[in-house]
């Protein structure tokens, strides 16, 4: 994982732009997430949904379908919560 808060911004920003945040063994080693927030009204998060697997099943396409599974559901909840969509 980061060792600074510089290089922890940096990851926290692109992961904002991207809508998903994906992580490889710095929780718990041999194990990979992927997860992205529901927000509310206000654009604030307001839950996650995320899914976690061992690193040996998280390929580059399993990574693609599974952020794209858990951005749209994120965005359903959104959606249920009053938050906005995203683009």
Do not use: N
Not at 49 to 69: D, N, P
Request: proline share 3%.
């Amino acid at each position: 994982g980061p060792t600074t808060p510089t290089a922890l911004a940096r990851i926290l920003a692109a992961e904002r732009v991207d809508g998903v945040s994906v992580e490889e063994g710095m929780v718990a080693s041999g194990f990979a997430s992927v997860a992205a927030s529901a927000v509310d009204r206000t654009g604030r998060p307001a839950a996650s949904i995320g899914v976690t697997v061992h690193e040996e099943h998280l390929e580059r396409r399993t990574r693609s379908v599974l952020a794209s599974v858990v951005q749209r559901a994120a965005d359903q909840l959104s959606h249920h919560v009053g938050g906005a969509l995203r683009a």
